[in-house]
T-cell receptor, first 115, second 113 residues
Framework: DAGITQSPRHKVTETGTPVTLRCHQT?????MYWYRQDPGHGLRLIHY???????DKGEVSDGYSVSRSKTEDFLLTLESATSSQTSVYFC??????????????FGPGTRLTVL | SQKIEQNSEALNIQEGKTATLTCNYT??????LQWYRQDPGRGPVFLLL?????KEKRKERLKVTFDTTLKQSLFHITASQPADSATYLC????????????FGRGTSLIVHP
C-alpha cells in the first residue's frame, strides 16, 4: 500500500455535530483528494487539493470543507453532520494530478455513521 | 450529461475461464481510462491505464481494450482464479481538463472454484 493513512477508521456521531476526518501521506505527492462511496453511486469526488492551502470543490462538496496546511495532511470537515453524510470516505493521492499517466493511490477508508 | 456505465449485476464465472467486464461512457472525450480493483472494506487499487490513442494494453493476465468509436472499454482477466473475486472500477479523465478521473460504480466479479 502507498503510505496513506486515514483516521479515524470508524466513527459514529449524531446529527448536527462537527466531524473531522484526517488523511496523512508519506509519499510527498502534490495532489490529495477526498471521495465518498455509497451503494448505487460509486466514488464521488468531494474536494481536492493541488498544494498546501490550495483546494477546490468536487462533484459533491456541499456540507463539506477541507484544509491542507502541510503537504502530508488533508482534513475533511463536516461542520454539522447529517444522516445523508453517512458513507465510506476515501482519501487518495496522486503525484502530479495533471498528467494523463497519473494514477491515484487510495487510503483504507473511514466508515462514518451519522445517527 | 456525462455518464460512465458498468454492469451493476455481479459477473459469476468458473475458475480458469476468462472474465470480461464492460465500461461504457457517453458525452466524454476521454484522455485516458483506468481500471481499479476494490476488495471489500478496502480502497481501490490501480491496475491498468490506457490512453485514448491506444487500442489495447496488457499486464500479466489482464488485458484492457479501448474503443473510442464505440465509447467502450473491455477489461479481461484470463485464467481467472477465486482470488480475482473483487469489484472492478473503471475511471475516465476527459481531455483538456484537470485529469482528475471520474469513476464508474463498479462491477462485482465472483470466480467460483
Amino acid at each position: 500500500d502507498a503510505g496513506i493513512t486515514q483516521s479515524p477508521r470508524h466513527k459514529v456521531t449524531e446529527t448536527g455535530t462537527p466531524v473531522t476526518l484526517r488523511c496523512h501521506q508519506t509519499e510527498n505527492h502534490r495532489y490529495m483528494y477526498w471521495y465518498r462511496q455509497d451503494p448505487g453511486h460509486g466514488l464521488r469526488l468531494i474536494h481536492y487539493s493541488y498544494g498546501v492551502k490550495d483546494t477546490d470543490k468536487g462533484e459533491v462538496s456541499d456540507g463539506y470543507s477541507v484544509s491542507r496546511s502541510k503537504t502530508e495532511d488533508f482534513l475533511l470537515t463536516l461542520e454539522s453532520a447529517t444522516s445523508s453524510q453517512t458513507s465510506v470516505y476515501f482519501c487518495a493521492i496522486s503525484e502530479t494530478g495533471r498528467s494523463a499517466t497519473d494514477t491515484q493511490y487510495f487510503g483504507p477508508g473511514t466508515r462514518l455513521t451519522v445517527l | 450529461s456525462q455518464k460512465i456505465e458498468q454492469n451493476s449485476e455481479a459477473l459469476n464465472i468458473q475458475e480458469g475461464k476468462t472474465a470480461t467486464l464492460t465500461c461504457n461512457y457517453t458525452n466524454y472525450s476521454p484522455a485516458y481510462l483506468q481500471w481499479y480493483r476494490q476488495d471489500p472494506g478496502r480502497g481501490p487499487v490501480f491496475l491498468l491505464l490506457i490512453r485514448e490513442n491506444e487500442k489495447e494494453k496488457r499486464k500479466e493476465r489482464l488485458k484492457v481494450t479501448f474503443d473510442t468509436t464505440l465509447k467502450q472499454s473491455l477489461f479481461h482477466i484470463t485464467a481467472s482464479q477465486p482470488a480475482d473475486s473483487a469489484t472492478y472500477l473503471c475511471a475516465l479523465a476527459a481531455s483538456g481538463g484537470s485529469y482528475i478521473p471520474t469513476f464508474g460504480r463498479g462491477t462485482s466479479l465472483i470466480v467460483h472454484p
